[in-house]
């Protein structure tokens, strides 16, 4: 029996390794809930413009502690961001490149890798330490990211089905029973236990 390939097929990892679909959908659920959340405490309380507004508007759910509890959710986030996205740019761009990439090693050895990194980091601080709107900036963003978005799917769709990309992907492999060939014998080769009780 050939193994299948798909959900049948066993995952690296071992049976204990979940499919990335679950994990894809897990996501999606928590990211629905963050949006009815956010809905539910603010929505009544009209456009936001600023962080300070968006704190005030935390103060029917969170109390005087609102302030104190969006500047702690805000910090989080952006520690986050600001290793993840310059991190996976700089992954992306020194692969298709073909360099080293690593932040482990050094500038000497992944120079274009960590070069890329260090020069979003500091871009990133720049623009907010200038009295540019920062939500303003981040709905911009999201707005040019959805417009993107679908260019990008075309892009990949079209580059996963080029034979000269993916020549050396296997075949996919089916559900098949592979018949035994007619010089075999219908009964199992008999082990060399057998054999010597046999003689």
Known sequence: ????????????????????EIGAVFACIISLTIIIATISAVGGTGPLDSAAQAAEALKPVAGRNAELLFAVGLIGAS??????VPLSASYAIGEAA????????????APLFLGLFTAQIVLGAT?????????????GTQVLQGLISPIV????????????????????????????????SASPPCPPSCSSRRS
């Open 127 to 139: 623009v907010a330490m200038t009295p540019v709107d920062v939500i303003q900036l981040l709905i």
């Open 1 to 20: 029996m050939v193994p299948t390939a798909g959900f049948g097929r066993s995952r690296p990892g071992g049976p204990g390794r979940r499919p990335p």
């Open 153 to 184: 799917l075309v892009y990949l769709l079209v580059l996963t089905n080029r034979r000269s990309v993916l020549a050396a992907r296997p075949p996919t492999a089916r559900a098949t029973a592979s018949p035994p060939p007619p010089w075999s």
């Open 79 to 84: 520690a986050l961001a600001g290793a993840v």
């Open 98 to 109: 073909g360099v080293e990439r690593s932040v482990s090693r050094s500038f000497r050895d």
